[in-house]
């Protein structure tokens, strides 16, 4: 492979981002077997998972754990923003504001809020806010969340 044509979805160096820079994800629909295949694979087998009978419509659909939903927006960020470019995922602290449930089209905003240049390895560390929406753009979660990212090569 030449080096000489861009490889497309690689994720950004640390370089190339500056502090206030927003980007989205493209948006994807949470399904039934979504949340079937990751409560399974998690052992989420929290009776609001797995009881259709259980919720009597307080949330208005079978309800997606929250960390299928974190989880996703950090497979569609993967893909874009740090792919072969992430080194470490340092940090996150989350809040839930809505349910997902089944059927419910997320995507996210992104902006850059730090980058901080390390000592060593043309690294920096880079944080930047996550806000989650839903396809009626109504947030449903928001995290910060903290890497390492690598520096172009020299």
Do not use: C
């Not at 299928?68 to 497979?75: K, Q, R, V």
């Not at 072969?84 to 349910?99: F, S």
């Not at 240049?117 to 903290?146: C, F, W």
């Amino acid at each position: 492979m030449s080096n000489a044509i861009p490889v497309l979805g690689m994720g950004y160096y640390w370089q190339e981002l500056q502090v206030g820079q927003r980007f989205h994800t493209v948006r994807r629909t949470i399904t039934e077997t979504d949340i079937v295949n990751f409560i399974s694979v998690t052992g989420m087998l929290e009776t609001i998972f797995t009881d259709a009978t259980f919720d009597s419509g307080a949330i208005g659909g079978r309800p997606a754990p929250g960390a299928l939903t974190y989880g996703i927006i950090e497979g569609l960020l993967m893909q874009g923003m740090v792919q072969g470019t992430g080194l470490a995922l340092l940090e996150v602290h989350k809040k839930i504001l809505a349910p997902v449930v089944a059927g419910d089209t997320v995507w996210a905003e992104v902006e850059v809020t730090g980058i901080r240049p390390t000592s060593k390895h043309n690294r920096a560390i880079v944080t930047s806010a996550i806000e989650i929406r839903n396809q009626h753009g109504k947030p449903v979660m928001q995290y910060t969340a903290v890497r390492m990212l690598a520096g172009k090569p020299e």
